[in-house]
């Protein structure tokens, strides 16, 4: 079984930046794609970013473009989202989720497995 284990999260100031990262261990399915996904307080889950783990593009949420990149390290078998101009709407638990094997990118229901998360506060 696949287990994925975020890591990065902290208090940052506006404008300030931060590099999330995620584990990936054990044996298994990881899917056709992996992702991003946060949840601010009394909102619902939503897509920051995945990419297709066999090659291929990478999306990203309007709200994140230019400001956000997703990046993996193979040989590390972890992924990382690096984080810039960040505002306090970016606020939220960040979640790493593996087990995409179709539909929209950004429907946290259409992945399988799911880390524990990783808590972004942007504050002054």
């Known amino acids: 079984q696949v287990q994925l284990m975020e890591s990065g999260g902290d208090s940052v100031q506006p404008g300030g930046s931060l590099r999330l990262s995620c584990a990936v261990s054990?044996?298994?399915?990881?899917?056709?794609?992996m992702g991003w996904f946060r949840q601010a307080p009394q909102k619902e889950r939503e897509g920051v970013a995945a990419?297709?783990?066999?090659?291929?593009?990478?999306f990203y949420a309007d709200s994140v473009k230019g400001r956000f990149t997703f990046s993996k390290d193979s040989a590390k078998n972890t992924l990382y989202l690096q984080m810039n101009s960040l505002a306090p709407d970016d606020t939220g638990m960040y979640y790493c989720?593996?087990?995409?094997?179709?539909?929209?990118?950004?429907?946290?229901?259409?992945?399988?497995?799911w880390g524990q998360g990783t808590q972004v506060t942007v504050s002054s």
């Open positions: 054990g044996h298994g399915r990881i899917g056709n794609a």
């Open positions: 989720a593996a087990g995409w094997y179709g539909g929209a990118w950004h429907d946290p229901n259409n992945y399988r497995t």
């Open positions: 990419t297709y783990t066999t090659g291929g593009g990478t």
